[in-house]
């Protein structure tokens, strides 16, 4: 299984960005799905996940509002939608593919086996 993150970059405070995560090697429907973060110097954290089959989306706090996370199954893609970034929005973005999570355990990044490379999301004032 490989995925594969795009559609980082450099923006203005408030501006949007959409990254997406394209999976091969295996259908990705029946997988929880997910965005994690890491910040200069910060350990990677949670930002988003949905479910398998679609079912069911978690936000961390500070993007709660202004992220989207969706999926097109036809395209084996997720995507995350982001607006009104904010400097503080400055990180590495990772997908990353679960099979078999449970939901209580969706925002721990122990609970993926596969990732994605990341991409560079940089967010300036």
């Known amino acids: 299984v490989q995925l594969q993150a795009s559609g980082g970059g450099s923006v203005q405070a408030g501006d949007s960005l959409s990254l997406s995560c394209a999976v091969s090697?295996?259908?990705?429907?029946?997988?929880?799905m997910a965005w994690f973060r890491q910040g200069p110097g910060k350990e990677r954290e949670f930002v988003a996940a949905i479910g398998r089959y679609g079912g069911g989306t978690a936000y961390a706090d500070s993007v709660k509002g202004r992220f989207t996370i969706s999926r097109d199954s036809a395209k084996n893609t997720v995507y995350l939608q982001m607006n009104s970034l904010k400097p503080e929005d400055t990180a590495v973005y990772y997908c990353?593919?679960?099979?078999?999570?449970?939901?209580?355990?969706?925002?721990?990044?122990?609970?993926?086996?596969?990732w994605g490379q990341g991409t560079q999301v940089t967010v300036s004032s």
């Open positions: 090697g295996r259908t990705s429907n029946s997988a929880t």
């Open positions: 990353a593919a679960g099979w078999g999570v449970i939901v209580s355990a969706r925002t721990s990044k122990n609970a993926y086996n596969y």
